[in-house]
């Protein structure tokens, strides 16, 4: 099945194999960090993004953080819902434009997101960082580097991607 897979991408067998290797790791260790902040936290992988981004940057507009996470106006506000009722966000009018509204994080969501980093980078490591040497470890972080300057150069906010 791979290997049809690989022909229909159009990719030659080195190709492919990165590609398929890249994709099968990343959608594995997405699901299994995702799995492990559900069993000990009760947040999700994007509950901890935003809660990470809110400690790291303070009150941010509702608009700006659905962009940083990919995800629609209405799906963020349902995020924020749900992580409002364990008081671990707020909302607020902005004092600079009322109608624009700001997340903040709170005590119990700064130190519930530090819980939920430890278990993070246990599970990264565990399952990623461990399999790796230090020198492959930096050969795949600059791959990665180069790889994200590209997407985010062929990808401005606000503009639809093309297919080429």
Known sequence: MVQQRRHRLGFDD??????????SVAIALHGLVNRALQHHHQLSLADVQLLTHLKSHGPSP??????????????LTQQIQRLERRRLVDREASSDDGRRVLATITRDGLRLTAASLETYARV???????????????????GCRRISARLKAADPPGEPSDSQ
């Open 14 to 23: 080195v190709e492919a194999h990165a590609w398929v290797q890249f994709e």
């Open 62 to 75: 509702m608009g700006a953080l659905a962009e940083m996470l990919m995800v629609t106006p209405s799906a």
């Open 124 to 142: 990264v490591r565990t399952h990623f960082l461990d399999e790796l040497s230090r020198n492959q470890m930096i050969a795949l972080g600059d």
